[in-house]
């Protein structure tokens, strides 16, 4: 069992874990023709808690339960890896990636993945939290439905389909996050 729960607590390297992801798109294909994707469970929720709201929210949620089981599992999977295997070491952060943190004014992220001086109660009452928190979460939210799909759903699925709309979205996806953190986050955080 401890070798079990050492050989968990290792990240597995990029050449098994994407492969095992990409793995679960014709799984899902073959299955029942369904489709991976993450963002799409959100509408899920929202649909079967307020289906009167509008009519972006009027549709057979419950066919679609199978992405609300996936997404609490992954959910769960990930709360229980954290709390049985944490990793004791320090996040593994370049040292590129130090020195922008140290630029930025931020602490080095050691046991989060995030940098707590962004992501905390406090900071969400700041001009600058409120920006890269709330109205952050607000475009992602927005893009990916407007996209009709998160980076998942359009890089791993449709590209995996051949879809010529996944690809743009994919590029797009990516030119987006290169314009954030190499133009937009440096501004917002000498706010």
């Not at 808690?49 to 066919?63: E, G, M, N, Q, T």
């Not at 990916?144 to 690809?167: M, V, W």
Request: glycine content about 10%; overall charge positive; hydrophobic content about 45%.
């Amino acid at each position: 069992m401890d070798t079990f729960i050492s050989w968990l607590s290792h990240p597995l390297p990029w050449y098994i874990s994407g492969p095992l992801i990409g793995c679960m798109v014709p799984l899902l294909l073959l299955s029942d023709n369904l489709k991976f994707g993450i963002s799409s469970s959100f509408r899920h929720i929202c649909t079967a808690c307020l289906p009167k709201v509008s009519d972006y929210f009027r549709y057979d949620w419950k066919s679609k339960r199978w992405s609300l089981f996936f997404v609490s599992g992954a959910m769960l999977g990930g709360f229980i890896a954290g709390q049985m295997v944490p990793n004791p070491n320090p996040v593994a952060l370049t040292q590129n990636a130090r020195e922008m943190f140290q630029g930025w004014k931020l602490a080095t992220p050691d046991k989060e993945l995030v940098p707590m001086d962004i992501f905390n109660w406090n900071q969400l009452f700041t001009l600058k939290g409120f920006i890269l928190v709330v109205i952050g979460g607000l475009m992602v939210g927005f893009g990916t439905r407007y996209a009709n799909g998160c980076t998942s759903g359009h890089s791993i699925t449709g590209l995996s389909l051949l879809r010529p709309e996944s690809l743009l979205a994919t590029v797009f996806f990516f030119l987006g996050g290169l314009l954030m953190s190499n133009f937009l986050l440096p501004l917002i955080l000498h706010l």
